[in-house]
């Protein structure tokens, strides 16, 4: 990244601080702001990096445990067909995975997300804080 | 997976074996069949699993090692712009990654590549020979 580019995530300009699910060791989670996919969930890095070998063995370690942690959250909050896991950067090269639960009845099971058009969902506030309870409650676990 | 569906990549159906790349530790590096991402890369678990959290927590950590080694060795054999990591499962749920490199003059810089409508590029022999062989010597440094 350029010096002069100042990072969003780096910034704090995204996620939005009322989406925060957990800190975790390397990265910190959010409910993503669009809930069409239910339980769609980010995961930030904490620090400033963009591929996963500039990361440390240990690094990655903990990051992979990370994943599997929210995975597991999302797995026993929202009984998912399967879970999506995608660590892209093409808008925002700071590392950060989206961890996507796909549902019965989802609209494409066989598609990834990105091909599925629709009208963003953003939860009013007594849902999204609920949201967000439910998977606290099921990282604690 | 119900007992009577055939896992394909257990049953060594997918990928095909003339794109092998190479033996890593938890999985098998192949040549994704569709080139027209130049190096894009698919890694398959050696057993059969579906999710991170099927796995014990040194068996993540071999995974991520094989993942970040294949990406390094992408990124000198092509210096992409980003990589893009996907673990996704919706159409064969066995773990298998895709590792795209988004190359400089990418079509859709800052889109999944699932949202890039495109005619599959299937490399003649000498050109899938040699491609492979320039990503295992990478894997060899």
């Known amino acids: ?12 300009e995204w996620p939005a601080t009322d989406h925060l699910i957990a800190d975790l060791d390397m990265m910190t989670a959010y409910l993503f702001d669009d809930q069409f996919f239910p339980g769609w969930t980010v995961l ?16 990655r370690g903990q990051l ?34 989206h961890i996507i639960p796909r ?7 066989r598609e990834a ?8 969902k953003r939860l009013p506030p007594d849902e999204l804080h609920e949201r967000i309870s439910l998977l606290r409650t099921h990282l604690k676990k």
Chains 1, 2 share one sequence.
């Open 113 to 120: 997300v990105w091909t599925v058009k629709h009208e963003p």
């Open 1 to 12: 990244m350029p010096a002069n580019v100042i990072c969003k995530a780096c910034a704090g």
């Open 44 to 59: 930030v890095l904490k620090r400033h990096a963009t591929e996963l070998f500039h990361l440390t063995t240990d690094e």
């Open 64 to 97: 992979i445990e990370d994943v599997s942690r929210v995975a597991t959250a999302l797995a026993m909050a929202f009984e998912p067909v399967k879970i999506n896991y995608e660590l892209l950067g093409n808008q925002l090269s700071h590392i950060h995975w």
């Open 103 to 109: 549902l019965a009845g989802d609209p494409a099971p």
